[in-house]
């Protein structure tokens, strides 16, 4: 199983990235998948999770109204739309497969973790 995480990169405080998460190995289309960040010299934090079948999301406070997760189980990829970025958002963002059906927020809940991509966010 691998998960590999694309799309950082250096982006202006207010800017916009898209990152993307593929998944390879077997499908996931029956579990919950998230989306975690780690700045330097901080704990790994919850960013967003969404449901097996997409229906249901849910959001770290401090990225709520401003990122956006979805998924496609035909392609096995889940997605991260993030809007208005700060340079608080600077950190390496990683992709993980939960061991539930439903939206999680806890690191132990997640069964599978992928490499991490880094977005940069200048002020």
Known sequence: VQL?????G???AGGSLRLS???????FGSNAMGWFRQAPGKE???VAAISWNGDSTYYGD?????FTISRDNAKNMVYLQMNSLKPEDTAVYSCAVSS???VAAKEHDYVYW?????????S
């Open 100 to 102: 539930t059906r439903w």
């Open 114 to 122: 992928g490499q991490g991509t880094l977005v940069t966010v200048s």
């Open 44 to 46: 790994r934090e919850f």
């Open 4 to 8: 590999q995480a694309s799309g950082g």
């Open 21 to 27: 998460c593929a998944a390879s190995g077997r499908t």
């Open 10 to 12: 250096l982006v202006q």
């Open 62 to 66: 401090s990225v709520k109204g401003r």
